[in-house]
């Protein structure tokens, strides 16, 4: 035996709604995982604690060395 449910008019609406916010979220589509990488970094949001905690622990790292070409090439 079938059971069959009957969705009031506001009801489909609604689950209309749903269905194409789920699609507008779902629609982004990436070529290269950098690019996911980039979008997720510019729409994260870093506790300040984290932040400050970053801040602090990269400014004892040693900076990175001229590259070679600028080496050969001093002004």
């Given amino acids: 035996m079938k ?3 009957k969705l009031t008019s506001t009801g489909q609406h609604q689950l209309h ?3 194409q916010q789920t699609q507008e979220k779902s629609a982004l ?3 290269t995982a950098e690019e996911l ?3 997720d970094a ?3 949001t870093v506790p300040a604690s984290i932040a400050r ?3 602090e622990s990269a400014a ?3 900076r990175p060395a001229r590259p ?3 080496r050969l090439f001093k002004k």
């Fill in 37 to 39: 990488l980039r979008y």
């Fill in 68 to 70: 070679w070409w600028r």
């Fill in 53 to 55: 905690r970053l801040q």
């Fill in 3 to 5: 059971r069959q449910t």
């Fill in 17 to 19: 709604a749903a269905e």
């Fill in 42 to 44: 510019d729409h994260t």
């Fill in 60 to 62: 004892t790292l040693p």
């Fill in 29 to 31: 589509e990436f070529a």
